[in-house]
């Protein structure tokens, strides 16, 4: 088989996210939001379940919608979108919890039932999602009345824990909701770290339970394995992959790997990224190609079969920064090519 | 709904093959490996398929069992990782054609009855995939005598048609293949623009088909669509996004849209990247998030109930190089979330 292997290990996403709650001074959600970022919402998201999670957080309707098929009817699920046009029908259906943006999104809302469930998205300087203080202002007290389960916020710099912006928005946070007695949640995964005054009624962890920066001391999640195609001795001054970026310093081993940026295997991953054999790791060579990448394996004894992507030595979070981004982009941008494997997958 | 449309222009991508066939002085292959492209292997195929398409290249034995289901008994279906182990079931039941790259595979193809057809890659200098030169005179008489019904090679600077490796590699093809009764491949997209001299028997052309350089006046096959979900004024001074890597030079309104790297969308488009109304460009302003991009929409006089992305002044090669990469990653990296349209779809 040519198809390169994605072991996802649930029980590694289960500790990680008990660890979370642990962390957290009040309850603590999952996000699940973009498939499990790229993990596969169906398993995680029941691992999660049968872990004790209750409330899950995703970014559409038609993701909560998925999601309802998938956890049953005792969770909340809270939609980061709001209640977007269109979106009436999903949300009663399915019984979502739309955490509204703005005054438009409210007058959609109240055109349901009261019975009707919704949370606040308020902004506090970050500028992407939820009222600005002034639309609040205006709508609070009509708001308030109509009984909101949620008043959230999210942090714009919650991964650098010095940046004054967290306690800038920290204290518009409570202004914005001082003697309001509805739960309330500002914190994903960076936001538990910086300590429980940011913690309130709700943390939202998304990235941590992955495995992957800010989260420290957490388990891996992520095994890949890439098969080898081909082994081929080269020459002095040959060349590997497309526009013959790489030129061989002496005669080297050259395995051609079978998986590439289609398997979200970025073309910008430098020639720092390695594949392992056991502990031993052999640099890519040339342009990482659609579906092959050029590996350097003058340094092994054996010829592999496979090669490995992720071990202790080469974290995502590494990985991901060789290609200039961080670890959520690597693990959304996996594909659909792997066979995925499920470590501690319940039936 | 906070789902952003991606729409596939089949009519687009049959122009498009129709066009590189006819630049082709012989067959015309398909490449639709890696999803085709990202943009739905059952559609385009079947498309490709209605227009004439009848010989089909695929990267691993698997997506070769897919395509099988969708196009039919009928076409060749070549696997570019040729035939690995645990391919052989695979390769018999759903007759698929494997490109034999080195000794081993031959040998693992040749415990397969004779009728079973395949192809041999050769390496002309990209170093990728392939028999070698000494490799190819060792077992060619041998191969020979089995009657493969390709021998193909693939040509590494085929996007630079003034690179001296184009040249090279040709010459070094003819040599292997001199006086060789066989069919043969050596051009996809790039080399068929290099002119017939590099077409041999069949072309394979993968990009061009979906639009992208190197292939020139070619049809637009996407557009993009992102929902926007709200939109703010802010004031000097203010930043937008995570890391407040954008601070507002001046009052500003900015719109929140429902896409982001986890729509390949990738993190590091640049504010060059533009989304459109009509024909007005908005910059992205800010990091983009996973499902979240802030856009500068001051210039705009009305309230945007979406922007597009993809059009006449911004292509997806344009988009790409942006983020420092190719249309190819751009296409293969749109993942799931879309909803999909497909204009052209024959039922």
Known sequence: MATATATIDLNAIRQNWQKLRRLSSGDTAAVVKA?????????????????GARI????????????????????????????????????????????INSIEQLSRHCELSKEQKFGIQLDTGMNR??????????????????NPVLIMSHLACADEPRHEMNAMQLQNFRRLTDKINVKKSLSATGGILLGPEY?????????????????????????????????????????????NTWTAPSKRKIATISAGYADGLFRLLSTNTRLYFQDIGCPIVGRISMDLIGVDITSLDVEPEKLELINSQQTIDKIAGGAKTIG???LTSLGNRYHRNYKGLIE
């Open 35 to 51: 498939n499990a970022y790229g993990l596969g919402v169906k398993q995680v998201a029941s691992a999660l379940y049968n872990e």
């Open 56 to 99: 899950f957080f995703i970014a559409t309707a038609e993701e909560g919608a998925e999601l309802r098929s998938i956890v049953g009817k005792i969770p909340d699920i809270y939609i980061f979108s709001g209640h977007m046009t269109g979106d009436t029908d999903l949300i009663k259906n399915y019984s979502l919890i739309p955490l």
């Open 129 to 146: 999602l939820g009222m600005e203080p002034m639309e609040w202002e205006t709508v609070k007290e009509l708001t308030l009345s109509l």
């Open 199 to 243: 913690h309130f009624d709700l943390t939202r962890p998304g990235i941590g339970i992955y495995g992957c920066s800010p989260m420290q001391d957490c388990f891996s999640v992520l095994k890949i394995e890439i098969p080898v195609i081909q082994i081929r001795e080269i020459g002095r001054g040959e060349t590997v992959g497309y526009g």
């Open 328 to 330: 959520y982009e690597f």
